[in-house]
């Protein structure tokens, strides 16, 4: 199962420097507006401190780790809305994603020009998301005129609940609100799926700070809370990460007073505002993380195996990784009774080591 996150912004605020340093690949950097036209595509695993030690434990060929999908999307202009810049098609990229980060400039540097002229966090995520709003508000007046037609033949019980729930995010939208704002349950949401809003979509606040913010902590407060989940990072430091290994970049982090990479903390933030959890798999062949959403159930995490692992889905043995790791092996666990066995309802938690046991 694959994940992307949709890395957005205003023209020269990191974006691509970013890119470049989380994902290690080489991308078209230039201190002008639209470097960036074709979205770039890295795949960027992510880190799981679990995996080697139960790859060492059962002797792993190899260490797979799950990975997640970030996409360097074209700096947006005001007015992207309307076609400005390169307006549908930036829209349409971030239409692909299943969650947006969106970078902003917090730092100073007068060698790198500010497409507004100045230096505004809070001004640059105003425009960006007045831009997404009102992309989504014209998708939603499109979809009510659809089904105010519709209804002219006729009224049902289901254009009612639709056009319900369509007028709520409309409603929203033109307070200049998220769609994301709006309360929606599981019946509704089948009726807006297919418009694939951009603000339904979660966000991350990623503010591009120099190293002294970043350091020292200040960066904390020139969002407001409303703007939530928010990261900061250093494009140059994650640059200089990017080319270390894990120890060093560790003890990188360590002399610079932070606790994790921005690469880290963006992974983080992913997850958990895809709510997304890992489960894993270990043998002589291979140690591997598995990605899914939280609440999955155990047939429904098989199937991220193999598609025919549902079907034929029989039981899952669990352990929690510590468990099993502490025991030592898996015969060790079962002998302590630690291995439980779980049927077709069991909800899968996040570090279920699990054996899938399914019919031929």
Request: charge should be negative.
């Amino acid at each position: 199962m694959s994940f992307s996150i949709g890395i957005i912004g205003l023209p020269n605020v990191g974006k691509s420097t970013l890119f470049k340093a989380i994902t290690k690949k080489q991308v078209l950097i230039a201190n002008y507006p639209f470097a960036t036209i074709e979205p770039n595509i890295g795949v960027v695993e992510v880190p799981d401190e679990r995996l080697a030690p139960l790859a060492k434990m059962s002797k792993s060929g190899r260490i797979v780790p799950t990975t997640i999908n970030f996409v360097d999307i074209a700096g947006l202009v005001k007015g992207a809305s309307e076609g400005e810049g390169l307006g549908n098609k930036f829209l349409a990229n971030i239409r692909e994603v299943d969650a947006i980060a969106e970078v902003v400039r917090d730092f100073s540097d007068p060698n790198v020009i500010h497409v507004s002229g100045q230096v505004d966090p809070k001004s640059d995520v105003e425009v960006i998301n007045y831009e997404l709003i009102m992309a989504d508000a014209e998708s939603v007046t499109r979809r009510l005129s659809n089904i105010k037609n519709k209804m002219k033949s006729g009224i049902t019980s289901q254009l009612e609940k639709e056009l319900a729930v369509v007028d709520r995010i409309n409603s929203a939208l033109q307070q200049g609100k998220l769609a994301s704002s709006v309360s929606v349950d599981e019946e509704e949401i089948v009726f807006i799926r297919d418009m694939q809003l951009l603000t339904m979509k979660p966000i991350i606040y990623v503010l591009n700070v120099d190293e002294e913010m970043l350091s020292s902590g200040s960066w904390k407060g020139t969002l407001s809370d409303e703007y939530s989940p928010q990261i900061a990072i250093n494009a140059k430091v994650e640059s200089d990460l990017a080319d270390l290994s894990s120890e060093e970049a560790a003890e990188y982090c360590k002399e610079l007073g932070i606790e994790a990479s921005g690469l880290d903390s963006l992974i983080k933030a992913g997850y958990e505002t895809l709510g997304l959890i890992t489960f894993l798999t270990t043998g002589e062949m291979e140690t591997r993380a598995w990605t899914i959403v939280k609440g999955t159930k155990a047939p429904q995490a098989a199937a991220v195996i193999h598609s025919d692992f549902e079907k034929a889905f029989i039981r899952a043995e669990i352990v929690n990784w510590k468990d099993l790791l502490d025991s030592g092996s898996e015969v060790a666990a079962k002998e302590k009774g630690l291995i439980r066995i779980e049927g077709k309802d069991y909800v899968m938690k996040d570090g279920d080591t699990v054996n899938f046991r399914v019919g031929v």
